[in-house]
């Protein structure tokens, strides 16, 4: 590569670890169709990147988040441990077994299911609900929320992405956390099912380590940005931000479902 499109690269992924960590997201959405569009990637060495990216995304995400206290540690252990089974089995298993097409179109659904939630819970927003300050929780239906972050698993493994638009809308809609908390947590869960996949594709050598160097440097950079404005928004603005990058997934996804079954 040569260094124009180096530094082209990086400041595009330094936009992409910007939004993904306000939105509670791993960047995998954003970046693997990056790679496959712009640097004309095969699918599996763009997810394998994107899945790498996303441990950077994830962990300077993280630490930012974490200097407002707002994730919830017990809530995300016990939620992650069925999420990193579900990516063991979507990237190791599942990846070699279902068509790609019917799961890439049944996941678009799924997606496009929870933008129009979440539209909806922006709507119903109170100005104090909308505000800075974080109303008392507890947390509900942990036996349900694991299930979700199980289907985030597999969706992670066998597309290469963090499955943080999931495991954000089980936590708001399921297991019933104010979207921050959602959105703290999701930036620490996302790094971790996404190292599960990764390893596998690593293992089977389709990581690209040429382009790994500005992808992880602008997306951490981007991240940490991103983790230090979160405590600072507007949590109205940012459900229907959330809603609309949950329904152009759901496009990009139908769009590919498409052109896998064809």
């Known amino acids: 590569m040569d260094p124009l499109e180096s530094v082209l690269l990086f400041?595009?992924?330094?936009?992409?670890?910007?939004?993904?960590?306000?939105?509670?997201?791993?960047g995998g959405i954003f970046l693997v169709p990056l790679l496959l569009l712009w640097q004309g990637l095969p699918p599996r060495e763009a997810a394998a990147l994107g899945l790498v990216c996303t441990l950077a995304t994830s962990g300077a995400g993280s630490v930012a988040l974490d200097r407002a206290a707002l994730a919830d540690l017990p809530v995300v252990v016990t939620l992650e441990l069925s999420a990193v089974v579900g990516s063991s089995l979507g990237a190791g298993l599942l990846a070699g077994l279902l068509p790609a097409?019917?799961?890439?179109?049944?996941?678009?659904?799924?997606?496009?299911?929870?933008?129009?939630?979440?539209?909806?819970?922006?709507?119903?927003?109170?100005?104090?609900?909308?505000?800075?300050?974080?109303?008392?929780?507890?947390?509900?239906?942990?036996?349900?929320?694991?299930?979700?972050?199980?289907?985030?698993?597999?969706?992670?493994?066998?597309?290469?992405?963090?499955?943080?638009?999931?495991?954000v809308s089980v936590m708001t809609e399921v297991v019933r956390l104010p979207l921050k908390v959602a959105l703290a947590n999701s930036n620490?869960?996302?790094g971790i099912t996404a190292a599960t996949a990764a390893a596998i594709y690593y293992q089977g050598g389709w990581l690209r380590l040429g382009l790994l160097a500005p992808c992880a440097a602008g997306i951490s950079l981007g991240a940490y940005a991103g983790g230090r404005l979160a405590p600072r928004a507007n949590n109205r603005l940012l459900a229907f931000g959330f809603s609309g990058v949950l329904l152009l997934l759901a496009l990009r996804l139908a769009w590919k479902g498409i052109e896998l079954s064809a």
């Open 11 to 26: 400041f595009a992924t330094l936009g992409v670890g910007l939004v993904s960590a306000l939105l509670g997201l791993g």
């Open 101 to 167: 097409g019917l799961v890439v179109s049944l996941f678009a659904l799924v997606v496009a299911w929870a933008s129009w939630r979440m539209f909806g819970k922006a709507r119903r927003m109170t100005p104090r609900l909308a505000s800075l300050e974080i109303p008392e929780y507890t947390p509900q239906n942990m036996g349900l929320g694991m299930l979700g972050t199980l289907g985030a698993g597999l969706a992670s493994g066998l597309l290469g992405i963090g499955g943080g638009p999931i495991k």
């Open 188 to 190: 620490l869960m996302v």
